[in-house]
């Protein structure tokens, strides 16, 4: 595990004093042999690039146009960061990244001393960044991601900050020792300890491809490994640069639940439920009224609903897949199928129920949930409900192997946009097809009417 304390140890005695040998090339040569253009050479400050410890050249792998927004993941002294900034221009900004305060310093210093105004530079890890959701162009890193200890949750973040379809171009360590080998045990003249090792860029280098899977599981596409550097910084790394698309999140739901239901038994995954419970949905609706099932999967509640005598139904998901299940099982013109986005759905008309059992909990970004909930408001009648349940808080944290948002009353509450008021909630537990036992929360909403809540 990488060591934060010698990491910023490190790259502060970099920041104070870029002369020291640390045992892996830096300054202007190494820019330059790394095929940097020349004219960021002559436009940026030239004690700027004796702090140079390129290990790739990231603006090799792609454009980045003007009036676009940039993040600079372990920006350093900031050469890449005001590289970016000068890309971008006036209407766009550079962002950068950085754990170690003294480099934090000194690249707000060098911005202000290539007179950049469009520059932020953010003291910060790369796991929790303080940006909004789908709010970033492109995202730039040279040597720094294999200082986290957690690359999954790097290119998380990565993920989430970018917009959909943007790009990822970065220069990076990586292990090319022999298979026996590892490199996070091989020692050099520059590393005396394990800590140095990961400080270093040695003990956290991948494998090449090892580094490209955690990429594409991350939501990219595209994944390439353009070339390898002439950087090393022991006998078992050797530098080399990176490219990747972000692709849409909609795009990834409708892959992961259609590989989903194509290739499992919907009768024995983890949520079904051989009799669904419909006393809710009775309380507060009648049969003529319009109810929509979001994320119905191949769920037997539709079943249920129309024993009951429940005569318009709308069944949305952004499986094609499972509503092919479902149409097959009821041979029925009374149900309406819509293979929709959650987050993009707009009804024709509003309905009196809305249910979910299966989106919610599954959307971990703020800005989804945002997003739901003004689709949710926009899809209901003036005093209608809804009836969402999710994972309960101190039970899962996973299912169908995504990552889950599990709730309680305080944090629905907190989530709530104007015009949404939470009337009810239980708990309940649900027993898998496994014999297994899952913790769920049951919440019924209410859309107030408008004139209501402007009084």
Known sequence: MSDTKEIIKLYSQLADSPEIDFGWDKGLQNAKEHGYDEKFFESLPPEIWDYCAAVGNPFSLGEIHTGSTVVDLGCGAGIDLLISALKVGDKGTAIGIDITPKMVSLAKKHAQLAKLNNVRVLESDFENIDLEDESVDYVISNGAINLS?????????????????????????????????????????????????????????????????????????????????????????????????????NILRQDHWDKLFKTLDYTQ??????????????????????????????????????????????????????????????????????????????????????????????????????????????????????????????????????????????????????????????????TTPKGSEQKYITFVLKKNNLRNIQQ
Not at 167 to 187: A, W
Not at 205 to 229: A, R
Not at 301 to 311: H, I, M, S, T
Request: with cysteine; hydrophobic share 35%.
């Open 149 to 249: 200890s957690c690359k999954e949750s790097v290119f998380a973040e990565i993920y989430r900050i970018l917009k959909p379809n943007a790009r990822l171009y970065f220069s990076d360590m990586i292990d090319i020792s022999p298979e026996e080998i590892s490199s996070s045990t091989e020692k050099t003249s520059c590393c005396e300890t394990r800590e140095d090792d990961w400080a270093n860029c040695v003990a956290g280098t991948l494998k090449e491809d090892k580094l490209i899977n955690i990429i594409k599981n991350s939501g990219f596409k595209n994944v390439q490994c353009t070339k390898h550097t002439h950087y090393t910084t022991a006998q078992t790394t050797q530098g080399a640069n990176f490219k990747a698309t972000k692709i849409p999140s």
């Open 269 to 430: 995954v983890l949520w079904h439920q051989n009799k669904p419970n419909i006393e809710l949905i009775k309380a507060y609706t009648e049969h003529t009224n319009r109810i929509i099932d979001v994320g119905c999967g191949a769920s037997l509640l539709v079943d249920d609903l129309l024993e009951d005598g429940y005569q318009d139904i709308s069944l949305l998901d952004t499986s094609a897949t499972c509503l092919d299940i479902v149409k097959k099982r009821l041979h029925t013109t009374k149900v309406n199928y819509l293979c929709r986005d959650i987050l993009s759905f707009c009804p024709q008309e509003p309905y009196d129920l809305w249910h979910d059992r299966a989106v919610l909990h599954f959307l971990v970004h703020k800005s989804q949930r945002k997003q739901y909930f003004q689709v949710l408001k926009n899809s209901l009648k003036e005093n209608a409900k809804a009836i969402i349940s999710s994972f309960a808080k101190e039970g899962e944290i996973k299912c169908a192997g995504l990552d889950i948002l599990a709730y309680d009353e305080d944090m629905m509450r907190n989530e709530l946009p104007e015009g949404l008021e939470l009337i009810q909630s239980q708990s309940f537990v649900h």
